[in-house]
């Protein structure tokens, strides 16, 4: 079992510039979650897929984010334009659904905007 | 609105003593904790859930009890080792509303000193 696989696992871009984080989560799961932590803020959930169909973007910060779940087997998640306070590192996990709350969180990517 | 706290940022210990770490919650009831444990460059790890119903749980050297009267969940590693050092997150789980539950405290990072 690959676990969670996130890429890339470091990004390092300008501000201004469209950043695309991938996320294929663990087979069978139907649960998907981006979060993001910070020093600051530390673990925080972004937006929640269920069965591929987003259920709460309530924690996305601004209309900057965006999230999408084409399929079962992946994810995205894209910041536009990106500005320096988006750096973090953003972690995807995966759970099997509403009848398990156990997260299996993938490795995480680490954004710097410059 | 929901606030969850976790002792000392920091907790250092001698190896072969019994870790606690605390976590508090207030303005809300959940029906469930978990407990991660996340190593440096590296996403949660899942250890434990409790139910609210449940006054102990045990896994190998965990220990984790929850205490609905106190809004308290004590966690407890007994026999520590050098390896069990980490940051170890709380997250209580309110029940219902699956996605949106998932809140994590600021974490305590343990040391165990050789």
């Known amino acids: 079992d690959a676990g969670v696989i996130q890429s890339p696992r470091h990004e390092v871009t300008e501000m201004g510039q469209e950043v695309t984080l991938r996320c294929k989560p663990i087979?069978?799961?139907?649960?998907l979650f981006w979060y993001r932590q910070t020093m600051m803020r530390g673990l925080e959930l972004l937006i929640y897929?269920?069965?591929?169909?987003?259920?709460?973007d309530s924690g996305m910060p601004e209309d900057r984010f965006s999230a999408k779940m084409p399929n079962a087997s992946f994810s995205t998640l894209k910041i536009q334009p990106s500005e320096p306070r988006d750096s973090a590192v953003y972690f995807c996990?995966?759970?099997?659904?509403?009848?398990?709350?156990?997260?299996?969180f993938g490795p995480g990517t680490r954004l710097t905007v410059t | 609105s929901q606030k969850i706290e976790q002792n000392s940022e920091a907790l250092n210990i001698q190896e072969g003593k019994t870790a606690t770490l605390t976590c508090n919650y207030t303005?809300?009831?959940?029906?469930?904790l978990q407990w991660y444990r996340q190593d440096p460059g590296r996403g949660p790890v899942f250890l434990l859930l409790?139910?609210?119903?449940?006054k102990e749980k045990r896994k190998e050297r965990l220990k984790v009890t929850f205490d609905t009267t106190l809004k308290q969940s004590l966690f407890h590693i007994t026999a520590s080792q050098p390896a069990d050092s980490a940051t170890y997150l709380c997250?209580?789980?309110?029940?219902?509303?699956?996605?949106?539950?998932?809140?994590f405290g600021p974490g305590t990072r343990l040391s165990v000193l050789p």
């Open positions: 303005n809300y009831s959940p029906a469930y």
């Open positions: 996990a995966s759970s099997l659904g509403s009848s398990s709350y156990e997260q299996y």
């Open positions: 409790i139910r609210e119903n449940e």
């Open positions: 087979s069978g799961h139907n649960s």
């Open positions: 897929f269920n069965n591929n169909v987003p259920i709460d």
């Open positions: 997250a209580p789980l309110a029940r219902g509303n699956y996605g949106q539950n998932f809140v």
